[in-house]
Structures are given as structure tokens and as C-alpha cells.
Nanobody, 121 residues
């Protein structure tokens, strides 16, 4: 059983930054997803533990950075230039195996409980 614990959510003004952390007991791929009220879950970014290869959604590319600290088994999502539309509950998800589509939630087996990110004007 893979354990995932997210932290780092909070409230920030538009244009500000937040860093989310996901402490994972193990993973081969780890992704960050988000879900806003009334909207479908969206893949934001993902990382492969092997070589650190990353994948980003168009909405995140250039503003968000996913990274990993293998010594700490922790994956970070640095979010800069936050927009109102980034408001959502953010979840990290893990797969023990290689995935073909890193931003598809169906590729992941294990999910954290989520952390709220609220961006205000």
C-alpha cells in the first residue's frame, strides 16, 4: 500500500506562489491533479522517478514546476503566477508502474486526501 500525504495548500492572492508537497512511501510515477467545484478532475503535472522526466498540462506549463527529492521520497509542485482559475483541491497520485498517459487519473492507483488551494483577487 502506497501512502501519500499532501501539504502546502492555502490561500494566496493572484500572482502569488505556493509550493505543494507530497510525501510518498513509494512511486514510479507521481502526478498532481486538481479538481475545482463543478469541474472535472484535471491532471496538472507528473514526474517519473527514474530520470525525473516531467509532463505538464498546458494550463501549468511555464508557471508550475514539479520536482522530486528522492532522498526524502517527496515530490513538490511549485506554483507561481497563480490565477483565480487555479483555485481547486490538489491531489497527488502515485503509480508503482510506468504509465502511458501521466496526466490521466485512471493511470494511478493511489491517491492522497487533497489540499485546498485558493487564489483570490
Amino acid at each position: 500500500q502506497v501512502q501519500l500525504v499532501e501539504s502546502g495548500g492555502g490561500s494566496v492572492q493572484a500572482g502569488g506562489s505556493l509550493r505543494l508537497s507530497c510525501a510518498a512511501s513509494e512511486y514510479t510515477y507521481l502526478g498532481w491533479f486538481r479538481q475545482a467545484p463543478g469541474k472535472e478532475r484535471e491532471g496538472v503535472a507528473a514526474i517519473y522517478v527514474g530520470d525525473g522526466a516531467t509532463t505538464y498540462a498546458d494550463s501549468a506549463r511555464g508557471r508550475f514546476t514539479i520536482s522530486q527529492n528522492n532522498a526524502k521520497n517527496t515530490v513538490y509542485l511549485q506554483m507561481n503566477s497563480l490565477k483565480l482559475e487555479d483555485t481547486a483541491v490538489y491531489y497527488c497520485a502515485a503509480s508503482r508502474f510506468l504509465v502511458n498517459y501521466p496526466l490521466q487519473g485512471s493511470q494511478y492507483t493511489y491517491w492522497g486526501r487533497g489540499t485546498q488551494v485558493t487564489v483570490s483577487s
